[in-house]
């Protein structure tokens, strides 16, 4: 989801979120992991109990870190190729609450580098660009801590890492960087270098560094795991979340290439009734009679599932609307209703939130107390 | 010699320069325009008449944009891996040239970059910028315009060109970038990526760029040919020089990593009599009875070469010694210190203009009139 489709697969069929944990050699998140993160932060966090976050590498050594004193600190990202939707809010939300709850840095690159050299995207840096400050819009309304929090753009900040992305570089051959990123004769030298530029910013603090992020973009991190402690820094920790469907359907990841199959947060209510009405994918009967009779599906049912993964946080009410949907007392017209409702309200304060966020843009990209700090050091 | 070794064959054996023209299909540079060049320029330059510069891209073009009041700009540059020799410094001398001759923009590249990333060279970044800074002194020493030349450093002036190495790293793929450079599955995806940030300056002007450089940096100027007229820039045109030899015999170019092969710009008067007299590879007879008797051969011989490519600017002086020689009246002992007496006038006159280069880098790299303008750029 964070940095987009630089992955080594794209996420388009059905996921088996276990077959990835075998795969990437990641840590299944398990409960008492989990109760111990809820505990040293203060409070539980739905994404958590509810397994939205099922993976990780090393988190268990960034809570030790933490209760020792050693402190970590959060980096997330987002590759600014075109307008955010629902789905891209997920790992921002989470590091928020994190940074809330842990009083600890927050680092968010833009990578308008990238965008600009994926081929396929045919943008120019230009719109690349444009698109940095309205996704940066959209991640500062999330409400990250201005003093704690750095947002900084590739094409703007290359100087201050461009020792430490040389120092990286110099360490990933051609070899690594085709096996890991699945890069082929046709790539462009721009891209090939790419990887070195997602992996200096685990270097911005001597500290760990935690990255939550959906499992798809933990090759990267591999990566920086391989060379990190050569550098010497500490190897990245990640937290790994599942994707939230598309609206229309069951599997993969929302894309921005197929609009009916995603919210937008700029979508007018209107809009998301329409979307959710006419696309989203159904866990329920054919008519209200069979429903009421046989009942909904909800494990299938996308309307259940956003209200499940992101938009329903009460875990009563989530429960609630399961067993009614599950029982064929509620019909898959009532559930749209209930989404289309979480989903407006959701968007209307967002839409709030990103008006005043224009004020605090340049704190958070220029001179806050933590965005002043990094333009006065080079990463080295 | 400009830049270094990322060049896609190593200058070893002897050198058939025809074979080069033909091998990278550049064109000879002829009578014609040569008288043309030197009488636009006002004056005649001896490694004209003597060929030591001898092929060329669109020099014509060069003169032609002159001539209808287009003007050109002129670039070079130096891969900072350790001290300068004097073979290095034959490029920046008719450089100077050709700018006082002809009133133009030169930009000088030092590759602190690239000569961290190759890593046979085992050098630090650290170290890079510090050789940055002193062949930075010994190019100033050269004599170039102030107002008219900009110093610029890779790891410095990174963030104004990177929006510019984007847009060329996206017309270049790995696929070009392995035939041209013969990079293969080990090179690092630093290395991978320089290409473009050497070829980026090509387009600091909207004029035609004009390299003068050795003729091994030439794949650099064939990519660029390639990709300049699709980004709305100008074809680089480029004037080659041959290679200084060694000290040690007449094949191939001096190299930092046999230092008796080279004088450097640091070396003191007894050091070039030791090196001139012990390594110098003599056209001379075995004996000075064979010598007067059969006399030398100034072709081969380095001592009379170097007089005649570099450090002897008087026609009438370099045949009279030519002569001399050749007929066997003058020895090989005769000629070598002939040549320790030049390389010590010139490297005593270096001394001093290095020393007053000191107050003049800050100049150069930053605030000259060129330097402030290129500050405030980006190149885009």
Known sequence: MVFGS??????TGPVDYDRLIEEFGTQRLDENLVKELESLAGESHYMLRRKI?????????????????RGFFLYTGRGPSGPMHIGHMIPFHFTQWLQKRFKVNVYIQLTDDEKFLEEKRR?????TRR?????????IAVGFDPDRTFIFQDTEYIRNIYPAVLKVAKKVNLSTARAVFGFSLSTNIGLILFPAIQIVPTFFERKRCLIPAAIDQDPYW????????SLGYKKAAAIHSKFIPPLTGFQGKMSS???????????????VRTKVMKYAFSGGQPTA??????GGNPEIDVP???????LEEDDSEVERIREEYRSGRMLTGELKEILIKKVNEYLEIHRQRREEAKELINTFKYDGKLAKEMWERVID
């Open 6 to 11: 630089v992955s080594p697969w794209e996420v």
């Open 257 to 271: 290439s197929a609009p009916e199959s995603a919210i937008y947060l700029s979508d007018p209510p209107d809009v």
């Open 53 to 69: 976050y099922y993976s990780h590498r090393d988190l268990d050594l960034v809570l030790k870190d933490f209760r020792e004193g």
């Open 304 to 310: 259940f599932q956003w209200l499940y993964m992101f």
């Open 131 to 139: 698109w940095s400050y309205e996704n940066a819009l959209d991640i």
């Open 123 to 127: 943008l120019s840096l230009e719109e």
């Open 289 to 294: 009679e069979l429903h009421r009779k046989l």
């Open 222 to 229: 591999r990566v920086q795991r391989d060379i990190a402690e």
